[in-house]
C-alpha cells in the first residue's frame, strides 16, 4: 500500500512539474546573460574599456531607429529583433552607428547561452525598464533632490519627514518650533532621542547616532536653524522610501 502511494504522490508532482509554465524573470535573466559585456544601470556606469554599449543606450537607439511609438509594437518590432539579433547578430542588421561598430565589434551570437522564450523574457524587461520617459522624470527629481541644501537632503533620507515637517505640527513639533531651541539640544535630541519633553506628542523622537556621524548631526542641526527655518511646504513631502534613485550613503 505504501508502495502505491508513493507511486501516486510521484505521478501526481511529476504530472504537475510538467504541466506548469515555467515564468522567465527578465530581470534575473539580463543580469545572469547579457550584464557580463552591457551595463546595466539606468543611467549606466562608465568605463574605460568597455566591452559593449551600455543596455540603456541600446534600448534608447532601437526604440529610436524603429521608430516605436506606441507600445504594441514592442510585440511586433522590438521583441522579434532582439530574439533574432542576440542569435544570428550581424553588421547588417545592426543598428549601431559604424564607428561604434568598429570599435566594439559585432556581439559575439548568444546562441546556446539563451534560449528563445529567456530572449522574450529579457527584450520585454529590456523595452519596459529602459523608458525615455521614466528616465527623464528620475533625471527631473534627482536633480531637484541634489538641489537641496545638504541638511534637507540627509533629513530627507533619514524619514525625518516621516514625523516632522518644517511649519504644521506633525507627529513630531515642527521644524519652525524645534529651531527655537538651542544648538547643543537639538544635536543632543537628534543623537539620543527623546520622549515627553514636547508637550501633546507621545511618539519617541528615536535615537540617529547609529546612522548618522558628528558631522552630519551638526548639518542637521544648521539647516534647521537657518534653511529649514521660515521654509514652506511647496511639495508633497517625499521620504527616502519614494526616491526612485538610490541615494549615495555619504550625503
Ligand atoms: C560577449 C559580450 C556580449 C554579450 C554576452 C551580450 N552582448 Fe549584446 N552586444 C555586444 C556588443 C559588442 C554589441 C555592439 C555591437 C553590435 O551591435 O553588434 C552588442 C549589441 C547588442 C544589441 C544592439 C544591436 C543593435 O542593432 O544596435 C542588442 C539588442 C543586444 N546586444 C542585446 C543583448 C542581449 C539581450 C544580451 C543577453 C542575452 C546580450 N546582448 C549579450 C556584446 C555582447
Ligand atoms: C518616529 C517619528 C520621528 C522621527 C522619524 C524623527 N523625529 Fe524628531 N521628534 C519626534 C518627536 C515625537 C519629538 C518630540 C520629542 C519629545 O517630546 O521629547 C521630536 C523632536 C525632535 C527635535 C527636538 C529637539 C529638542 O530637544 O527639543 C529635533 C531637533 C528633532 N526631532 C529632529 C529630528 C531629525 C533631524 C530627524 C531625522 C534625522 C527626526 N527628528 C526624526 C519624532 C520623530
Redesign the pocket.
Known amino acids: 500500500m505504501r508502495y502505491i502511494l508513493a507511486l501516486v504522490a510521484l505521478w501526481l508532482f511529476g504530472g504537475c512539474s510538467d504541466e506548469k509554465k515555467v515564468r522567465y524573470d527578465g530581470e534575473m535573466l539580463i543580469e545572469q546573460k547579457c550584464a557580463m559585456c552591457h551595463n546595466l544601470k539606468m543611467p549606466p556606469d562608465t568605463y574605460e574599456d568597455e566591452k559593449a554599449p551600455p543596455m540603456m543606450a541600446v534600448v534608447f537607439h532601437l526604440k529610436d531607429f524603429m521608430k516605436i511609438t506606441m507600445d504594441e509594437e514592442k510585440f511586433s518590432k522590438f521583441i522579434p529583433f532582439v530574439q533574432d539579433y542576440v542569435i544570428n547578430p550581424s553588421k547588417e542588421k545592426s543598428y549601431c552607428d559604424k564607428e561604434s561598430l568598429e570599435s566594439y565589434g559585432v556581439m559575439p551570437s548568444q546562441k546556446g547561452n539563451v534560449t528563445e522564450d529567456e530572449l522574450e523574457a529579457i527584450a520585454t524587461y529590456m523595452y519596459d525598464f529602459y523608458d525615455q520617459q521614466k528616465y527623464l522624470k528620475q533625471m527631473q527629481a534627482k536633480a531637484a533632490f541634489d538641489a537641496l541644501p545638504k541638511g534637507e537632503q540627509?533629513?530627507r533620507k533619514?524619514?525625518?519627514f516621516?514625523?516632522?515637517s518644517f511649519e504644521k505640527k506633525g507627529?513630531?513639533?515642527s521644524f519652525a518650533m524645534?529651531a527655537k531651541?538651542n544648538a547643543k539640544?537639538?544635536k543632543?535630541?537628534?543623537a539620543n532621542g527623546?520622549?515627553?519633553?514636547?508637550e501633546g506628542?507621545?511618539?519617541?523622537?528615536?535615537a540617529?547616532k547609529s546612522h548618522?556621524t558628528q558631522e552630519h548631526i551638526l548639518i542637521?542641526?544648521q539647516w534647521?536653524q537657518k534653511d529649514a527655518f521660515g521654509k514652506q511646504e511647496t511639495k508633497p513631502v517625499k521620504n527616502r522610501v519614494e526616491t526612485p534613485w538610490k541615494v549615495k550613503n555619504d550625503i
Open positions: 540627509i533629513a533619514n524619514g525625518c516621516n514625523c516632522h507627529v513630531g513639533p524645534i531651541q539640544e537639538i543632543d535630541t537628534i527623546s520622549h515627553g519633553k514636547w506628542f507621545h511618539v519617541m523622537m528615536p540617529f548618522l542637521l542641526q534647521i
